[in-house]
């Protein structure tokens, strides 16, 4: 946890995924589209911290990130 509180991005999928699951189902093409783009910004340090984390087990670095 960050000093300020606030929950690292790692901690906080679950609630991101559901936050956005709940927004897009009441939202319009475009909205989607946007929330979407969001979400993926948002949820990138978890991505990068997993694909660290099964760096040079077999798999190629790039498929990973």
């Known amino acids: 946890m960050r ?9 906080n999928l679950d609630v991101l995924a559901d936050r ?3 927004a897009r189902a009441h939202a319009d093409a475009p909205a989607r ?3 979407r783009d969001e979400f993926v910004q948002e949820a990138l340090p978890f991505a990068g ?7 040079g087990r077999g798999e190629p670095t790039d498929d990973l990130e």
Do not use: K, M, W
Not at 3 to 11: K, N
Not at 49 to 55: E, F, T
């Open 20 to 22: 956005y699951a709940r």
């Open 3 to 11: 000093e300020t509180g606030q929950l690292e991005p790692f901690e």
């Open 49 to 55: 911290r997993l694909a660290r984390r099964y760096r």
């Open 33 to 35: 589209s946007r929330l």
